[in-house]
């Protein structure tokens, strides 16, 4: 008895109504899904746009601080250059001498911006950057900071090894002048003269800051870099 009633519920069905029925419930099921991917599409990019502001800030602010770098470093490549003339056997002139030893010792770390790319770095958001060069070339910047780290670093220990000498125990040190050629000042200049152990810590400074890998080519890298990064920003 029950078999019959359900096959005449089933004849009577408007098969027509339901296959209509089960279409608008599909249908419907497939726009919810797409309105939720548009819509996760929007908020990606509404954040990668956010991200590209953040680079194009600090490439911005970067650039001149390679710009700062650049021209420390080569003042401190020109200072040691002249001090090592003296150790070569240039005249003394106690002026001179001291008006290029205490620059040259002048040590300081570039620090750039990371706050974007440890964000982005950070929350795994880096894909959501749809431009692919800008993406690798961003990793690539950031690795050319890692590099300049690295040799400033290299430099600071060369610096504590050879600079910090026991030679300074016994000359004062006199930062900011006047450098008269008097007999205390004199006596400090040829003091420091007498030692190798200092002059090497000059001949690494050369090395470190000129060398065909050495900071320079690394500061001029990553200021090209940072150049090419900041147009592709901008457009």
Same mark, same amino acid.
């Given at each position: 008895?029950?078999?019959?009633?359900?096959?005449? &519920?089933?004849?009577?069905?408007?098969?027509?109504?339901?296959?209509?029925?089960?279409?608008?419930?599909? $249908?419907?099921? *497939?726009?919810?899904?797409? =309105?939720?991917?548009?819509?996760?599409?929007?908020? !990606?990019?509404?954040?990668?746009?956010?991200?590209?502001?953040?680079?194009?800030?600090?490439?911005?602010?970067?650039?001149?601080?390679? !710009? =700062?770098?650049?021209?420390?470093?080569?003042?401190?490549?020109?200072?040691?250059?002249?001090? #090592?003339? *003296?150790?070569?056997?240039?005249?003394?002139?106690?002026?001179?001498?001291?008006?290029?030893?205490?620059?040259?010792?002048?040590?300081?770390?570039?620090?750039?911006?990371?706050?974007?790319?440890? !964000?982005?770095?950070? @929350?795994?958001?880096?894909?959501?950057? !749809?431009? %692919?060069?800008?993406?690798?070339?961003?990793?690539? #910047?950031? %690795? $050319?900071?890692?590099?300049?780290?690295?040799?400033?670093? &290299?430099? +600071?220990?060369?610096?504590?090894?050879?600079?910090?000498?026991?030679?300074?125990? %016994?000359?004062?040190?006199?930062?900011?002048?006047?450098?008269?050629?008097?007999?205390?000042?004199?006596?400090?200049?040829? @003091?420091?003269?007498?030692?190798?152990?200092?002059?090497?810590?000059?001949?690494?400074? =050369?090395?470190?800051?000129?060398?065909?890998?050495?900071?320079?080519?690394?500061?001029?890298? +990553?200021?090209?870099? +940072?150049?090419?990064?900041?147009?592709?920003?901008?457009?």
């Amino acid at each position: 008895m029950l078999l019959r009633r359900l096959a005449k &519920h089933v004849e009577d069905q408007n098969w027509f109504a339901v296959g209509i029925d089960l279409a608008i419930v599909v $249908i419907g099921v *497939f726009i919810g899904i797409q =309105v939720a991917n548009w819509n996760d599409v929007r908020v !990606e990019r509404s954040i990668a746009a956010t991200y590209v502001d953040g680079f194009e800030r600090d490439l911005t602010a970067d650039l001149e601080i390679i !710009e =700062v770098e650049l021209a420390g470093r080569s003042a401190q490549l020109q200072n040691a250059k002249i001090v #090592l003339e *003296f150790y070569r056997g240039k005249e003394l002139d106690v002026s001179e001498f001291f008006g290029a030893f205490y620059p040259a010792l002048a040590s300081r770390n570039m620090r750039p911006n990371r706050n974007t790319i440890d !964000e982005v770095l950070n @929350s795994g958001g880096l894909r959501i950057i !749809e431009d %692919s060069d800008l993406r690798s070339g961003l990793l690539e #910047l950031y %690795s $050319i900071y890692d590099q300049i780290a690295d040799t400033e670093a &290299h430099i +600071a220990r060369d610096f504590d090894v050879y600079l910090y000498d026991p030679t300074f125990e %016994s000359v004062p040190i006199d930062i900011f002048g006047p450098w008269e050629d008097n007999a205390q000042n004199r006596s400090s200049a040829e @003091s420091l003269l007498s030692s190798l152990t200092i002059e090497n810590g000059f001949q690494l400074i =050369v090395v470190n800051i000129e060398a065909a890998d050495g900071l320079l080519y690394e500061l001029t890298l +990553a200021k090209e870099k +940072a150049r090419q990064l900041l147009k592709k920003v901008r457009q």
